[in-house]
């Protein structure tokens, strides 16, 4: 899109089509990770997910009807994570189908000997390059910061390929980043094979790109478990966020749960 004629649509969008007053407080209470953001912060939220709303087509499938209540709470955990980014970190895909539940996507997967086998497995979240995004409305409405995680697999697929390397900011270090993530990984997996208890989900030791997913969910939902868990990642998190949750939501009781 021309960018002069992209600012004037979002600034028509921003004025003629705002989040309801009661839609906007109803939608920010729903959710715990969205508490202590001064004024600034939720107008910047606000700004961001009217343009989401605005920009993104929703889907539901199977019959599923997807309120403007549902639809801001998708929006509003998928622009927390660019919340200092812009919303331009999402302009490679426009379409978010939500399931009812979790769904079957049926592929092809090759083994590491080289054998296709059909994957079967439930889903409750995937993300493609160019979309779309699909997410489980009953693990959104059941309080899994889902949202988060398929939507940052997004900007680590602007390189191309999911491998928890999105573009970094040109202060950070690649390097710094690389051995960060890659020191918690291991040690995620090795832990894992020790058969020793973890405080982070095993799923993130999946490969890099759901470590980066998970640890993301981390950041923005439990910002004491990853910085406690894994203070380089969080460090490097908070660089390329550029946001420092620690700094503003309360320690409490955690809403991510280790999958056993």
Known sequence: MIPLFKSWRRHRTLARAPIPDSLWHAGLAAQPMLVGFNGTERAELRRLATLFLDEKHLHGAHGLEITPAMALHIALQACLPILRLGIDWYDQWSTIIVYPDDFLPRREIMDDDGILHLD???YSGE???RGPVLLSWAA??????LAIHEFVHTLDLRNGVANGMPPLHPEMSIQDWTRAMSRAYDELHARLDRDEPVELDPYAASDPGEFFAVMSEYFFAEPWTLAQSCPDVYGQFRQFYRQ???ARLPRGPGI???KE
């Not at 959104?140 to 910061?145: K, L, R, S, T």
Request: glycine letters at 6%; aromatic letters at 6%; zero cysteines.
């Open 256 to 258: 991510l749960h280790v």
């Open 244 to 246: 420092d949750p620690l």
């Open 140 to 145: 959104m409405a059941a309080g899994e910061p």
């Open 120 to 122: 079967e497995s439930p």
């Open 127 to 129: 993300a493609w390059e």
